[in-house]
């Protein structure tokens, strides 16, 4: 299953797309993960992305692209992933779309719709594990053990990038940059709405039923 989680920042992406990745075994790429992994790694790559990322700007497609279709070429992709924050604009779905073009193409482009100020809300009580990227809310989900994430034990901290100011340039640069894309994986007859307005329970339990229950997933791999 080949999925493409769409949405503004602060839609649930990464939160939905790490409990996918785990209920139906296949893997959870974020490109702001790779990205901030290697901004602590202290990576060439890393030194690149962070002013772009400080600044709430989107990193040079040729920065990404290639790191995305090289990661899809990786052997625990062969039954299918979850791509969160990729793609960010036309030029990466159009990429996405040609590199796939000889496997048969997407199986969904998933589009968490929300209103910006439901948004600059969550993002403010927002919190993430700075290991393995799980999300937690001041409004909602915190971890058990204050500062401490439940599944890996790693620290939960706020983002540098989820400061207010931050926050409204990333919304500015999804509508200009990244919202067009929707309209193309509509037209290409691949966008599926789902409310991520919603607490966060109600809005997975709409994705598990459209991809299926779990255990049909599983004896499909
Ligand atoms: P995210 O964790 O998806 O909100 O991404 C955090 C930041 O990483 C973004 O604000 C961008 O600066 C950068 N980023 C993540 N994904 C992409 C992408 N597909 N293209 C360009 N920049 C990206």
């Not at 002013?51 to 709430?56: E, T, V």
């Not at 207010?164 to 994986?185: D, F, G, M, N, S």
């Not at 991520?196 to 809005?203: I, K, Q, R, Y």
Request: hydrophobic share 35%.
């Amino acid at each position: 299953m080949k999925i493409v989680l769409l949405g503004a920042p602060g839609a649930g992406k990464g939160t939905h797309a790490v409990r996918l990745s785990d209920d139906y075994g296949i893997p959870h790429i974020s490109t702001g993960d790779i990205f901030r992994a290697n901004l602590k790694n202290g990576t060439e790559l890393g030194k690149k992305a962070k002013s772009y990322m400080d600044q709430g700007l989107l990193v040079p497609d040729e920065l990404t692209v290639d790191l995305v279709l090289d990661r899809l070429k990786q052997d625990d992709c062969k039954n299918g992933w979850i791509l969160d924050g990729f793609p960010r604009n036309l030029f990466q779905a159009e990429a996405l779309t040609k590199a796939l073009a000889d496997e048969g193409g997407l199986d969904y482009a998933i589009h968490l719709t929300i209103e910006d100020e439901q948004i600059v809300k969550r993002m403010a009580g927002r919190r993430v594990c700075s290991v393995c990227g799980a999300s937690y809310n001041t409004n909602g989900l915190m971890p058990r053990v204050d500062g401490v994430c439940d599944r890996c034990g790693g620290p939960v901290v706020q983002r540098a990038d989820d400061a207010p100011e931050t926050v409204l340039k990333r919304l500015a640069v999804y509508h200009e940059q990244t919202e067009p894309i929707v309209e193309y994986y509509r037209e290409i007859g691949k966008e599926t709405p789902v409310d991520g307005s919603l607490p966060m329970d109600e809005t997975y339990a709409l994705l598990v039923a459209l991809l299926g229950e779990k255990d049909g997933c599983h004896d499909q791999d």
